[in-house]
Structures are given as structure tokens and as C-alpha cells.
């Protein structure tokens, strides 16, 4: 940005105010340090070397179904499984997490294989992984 940022400022993201010194500038936008690390920090659903990694580790830390998951992955598995699938929008609304967030929380129940992307008349659902 070429106009200098005068105190207090808005995120652009959150919309959070922020002072001079805790302005992260990205791509012509103002955001705070959360929306900077969070636009940064995604995992890829679709990553095999993940999935077997994954894998590999939960087998041998005898982890099975929701074992070692956070308490948020349990509850976003258990609200898809109870539902027979689940829209990403739904998740984020109902667990009051940010669209990057539930794209993260997908990928890592994905690498688990706990979950998976199904399309629907209505749009894209997430279901759990053995749905066909």
C-alpha cells in the first residue's frame, strides 16, 4: 500500500481494530496477525502422502474411529455423522469457525479418513468416509 495507515485501523478479514504496529499489510488489505496466520495456514484435503502418513501413525498409536481427534474434530464428525452429511458453510456457522478453519478441520478428518467430499444436487457435503 502506498497511503500510510493511521491508528486505529480495521482488519479487513475480522474487523477487529488494530493499532499502528499490529497492521499486517497483504495484497493491498490491512488485517490483524490472526487473519494474516490463518490466510497462510491451509492444509490440503487431497494430499495421499498425508493420508498415508496418517495412517501409518494411527495404526501404530493404536488410534481408531475418533481416537487422538481434538475436541472440535470429534464434535464436527459426530454433528456430519448425525446428519448424514454436512455442508462446509453449516460447520462453520455451527461451530463458529472461519471458512479456512473448517477447510483445515475437513482436511485433517480426511487424512484420517474419517470424512469425505460428496456432491449433491445442493451443493458439496461432508460425509463420512465410508458413504457412497
Known sequence: ??????????????????EKEDIYEENGKVLCE????????KIQACDPWAVRSKKIFREEAGLEGTDGLTDLQKAIYEFIVSRGGAKKEEIAEKFGISSRETENQFALLRHCELVK????????????????
Do not use: N, W
Open 1 to 18: 500500500m502506498t497511503e500510510e495507515i493511521t491508528s486505529p485501523a480495521k482488519c479487513e478479514a475480522c474487523g477487529c481494530k488494530l
Open 34 to 41: 490472526d487473519c494474516y496466520i490463518e490466510s497462510h495456514h
Open 117 to 132: 467430499g460428496q456432491k449433491r444436487a445442493d451443493g458439496v457435503y461432508l460425509v463420512p468416509f465410508g458413504d457412497k
